[in-house]
């Protein structure tokens, strides 16, 4: 037996975030095989603090602790912007905006719709991380505002984007490190974040050579 030495990357910034609205109507569930054609990218971020909210129960037998069970309900993601697209935003939160000339109404209760959130994590030294949370809903914003000084001072706006299973397995993310051994080559921000990648059929048609 030897010993290896480590040395991973720190992270330095974060990367731009991309979202993609789920096309199913808001009354009905999500559907993993139906997202709008656009993937909206935005760099705009400030911070993205995550949270996942999980229980671990121990389960005794025999008078001994005989196994410890790890399980997430959702993922929680405080998203710090400097601005958010409004229309955008409107549809996410559920507020109606079907009026043509140009009255959005919010505040009823509302069904808000389901879109694929993801966020680029960039480290010392060149390495990435990218990450598809496929299946999100929006479940709380800022909009604080205060008066203007003599400087300019930044008024960001705090978006908390809860992240849920996606599959029968109970995933809720999907992403790729460049520090791991399997990283696919060729692998770039665009050809990931070109479409939600939900399996790995989706991650190897995103690296796929175009023909």
């Avoid at 993310?173 to 921000?189: H, I, M, Q």
Wanted: proline residues 5%.
């Amino acid at each position: 037996m030897s010993i290896k030495t480590k040395k991973p990357m720190i992270k330095e910034t974060v990367g731009a975030m991309h979202y993609c609205f789920n096309t199913k109507e808001p009354k009905e569930d999500f559907d993993p095989e139906n997202y709008e054609e656009d993937v909206i990218k935005c760099n705009n971020v400030k911070n993205i603090g995550t949270t996942e909210n999980s229980e671990a129960t121990t389960v005794r037998a025999s008078g001994a602790d005989y196994e410890t069970i790890n399980q997430a309900s959702s993922i929680d993601m405080a998203v710090e912007t400097v601005a958010f697209d409004p229309e955008d935003l409107a549809k996410a939160r559920g507020d109606d905006i079907s009026d043509k000339g140009g009255l959005m109404l919010s505040g009823a209760p509302s069904r808000r719709p389901y879109f694929a959130f993801g966020k680029v994590v960039k480290k010392f030294g060149g390495g990435v991380r990218y990450e598809w949370y496929p299946k999100c809903q929006v479940v709380e914003n800022t909009d604080d505002i205060a008066t203007s000084e003599d400087t300019f001072s930044e008024q960001n706006d705090t978006i908390t984007i809860r992240a849920y299973a996606f599959n029968e397995n109970g995933q809720k993310k999907a992403y790729v490190d460049s520090e791991t051994a399997n990283f696919p080559k060729g692998l770039t921000e665009e050809k990931f974040f070109a479409k939600p990648i939900l399996t790995k059929e989706d991650l190897a048609a995103a690296v796929a050579p175009v023909i």
